[in-house]
């Protein structure tokens, strides 16, 4: 027997280990089910085609509602995983590697959505919940979060509210908090009204006598240049755009290859003589790496227009060495082409948020988005990224031209 400090007698204690509780079934199945329902909606929502976008603005109740932090997490994480499903399998062609690289740079890639949502998670159901969430998607729009902030389910708002510009973006990232409050059912109708007015719904169009020019051409030393006979080639798909009366042809991202003095004596030799102006994309090298950018051509002369602000981290942007591509992050948000105020957006541009977002603030008068998926392979990256133009044009009601070498 033991003593307390009064001296009375009092039996001894043991301390006793006990296993921690397994969960309940219910609770799994509960956890099961927030997870399986965050991938089925990255899945269905960024399929390639614009008018399952609006699918994403169940995320953020999932996210919100979910049992605890770790099952938010996990919710993140499937969401953001499965809408960049093609990842990996586009990072083992560009690499020339095995699928081992393509899965640790998927993952890698999640970090900053998975991280940013687990640390604004909260089990308070209270007005913290729609706050938390704007903070969220508000990081994952500029950068540095924004770099990688792809999937946002903002982009929802052209196919929801088509037409309705700033309101419509507001309404939409308005809508998107208040799905994580209990009044999430009630806003998911008004999405879903929204939306089935949106059935009539059509892809944004080039104005007239403008025309982008889509390729299927194979590259060379992975993908970056354009030989002599591509070069050959797509000037006769310009000859030919001319003949239908196109005045002003976008070419894909990398349609001029490696831009030269030499180059460009040839381009406009070729161009003498036609009333065409020609806007593709090429790069240009310097001694710390290079340029990606869009050229403006004519018979008469060339010059670059845009230098893009958001190469793709890692394959192109390589900050921590030299040799990759420049990333100017919010210059020339809107650039002259032809006498025309034009939005560019170079690829990768069209999965992120704050470009498009940036540039429309000058009022443009019509996007031009290219694209080179030669390293897409058999994925829906090359879809998701037009779906993702045309939801912003559509949301502005501006014209759209693009042009995909795939």
């Not at 199945?29 to 909606?41: E, Q």
């Not at 399998?89 to 890639?109: C, N, S």
Request: proline fraction near 7%.
């Amino acid at each position: 027997m033991t003593r307390d400090i009064l001296g009375r007698s009092r039996p001894p204690v043991f301390w006793v280990w006990r296993p921690p509780s397994l969960p309940s079934r219910h609770s799994l199945v509960r956890a099961t089910a927030f997870v399986a329902g965050a991938v089925a909606i990255g899945a269905v929502a960024w399929c390639g085609n614009v008018l399952a976008l609006p699918l994403a603005v169940l995320f953020p109740a999932l996210w919100a509602f979910s049992p605890s932090r770790f099952i938010a997490t996990l919710v993140a994480a499937g969401y953001f995983l499965s809408s960049s499903r093609g990842l990996p399998e586009g990072v083992t062609i560009f690499y020339a590697t095995d699928m081992i690289m393509g899965i640790g740079l998927w993952l890698a890639a999640s970090l900053c959505f998975v991280v940013v949502h687990s640390w604004l998670w909260t089990a308070k159901q209270d007005r913290q919940r729609p706050v938390r969430y704007a903070m969220a998607v508000s990081l994952m729009s500029v950068p540095p979060f924004g770099i990688v902030g792809w999937a946002s389910p903002i982009t929802a708002a052209g196919v929801l509210f088509p037409g309705w510009g700033w309101f419509g973006l507001v309404a939409t990232a308005i809508g998107l908090s208040a799905m994580t409050t209990r009044a999430w059912s009630i806003i998911g109708l008004v999405f879903g009204v929204a939306f089935l007015s949106a059935t009539s719904w059509t892809a944004p169009k080039p104005p007239a006598g403008w025309i982008g020019i889509d390729t299927e051409f194979d590259y060379d030393d992975h993908g970056r240049h354009a030989d002599y006979g591509q070069h050959l080639a797509t000037i006769a798909l310009v000859r030919k755009a001319a003949t239908v009366g196109a005045s002003k042809i976008v070419l894909p991202e990398s349609a001029f290859g490696i831009w030269t003095p030499t180059t460009e004596r040839f381009w406009k030799r070729n161009l003498k003589g036609l009333d065409v102006t020609v806007a593709g994309g090429a790069i240009v090298v310097d001694e710390a790496g290079y340029d990606n950018i869009i050229i403006e051509v004519t018979g008469q002369g060339a010059k670059i227009i845009y230098r893009e602000r958001m190469p793709v981290p890692v394959s192109m942007w390589q900050p921590w060495s030299t040799g990759g591509a420049a990333a100017h992050f919010f210059d020339n948000p809107q650039v002259g082409f032809a006498g025309t105020s034009i939005v560019p957006l170079i690829c990768y541009e069209q999965l992120i948020v704050w470009p498009i977002v940036q540039s429309m603030l000058f009022h443009p008068d019509v996007i031009v988005a290219i694209g080179n998926g030669w390293w897409t392979g058999d994925t829906n990256i090359v879809a998701i990224q037009k779906a993702s133009a045309e939801a912003w044009a559509a949301l502005f009601e501006v014209p759209l031209v693009t042009a995909f070498n795939k």
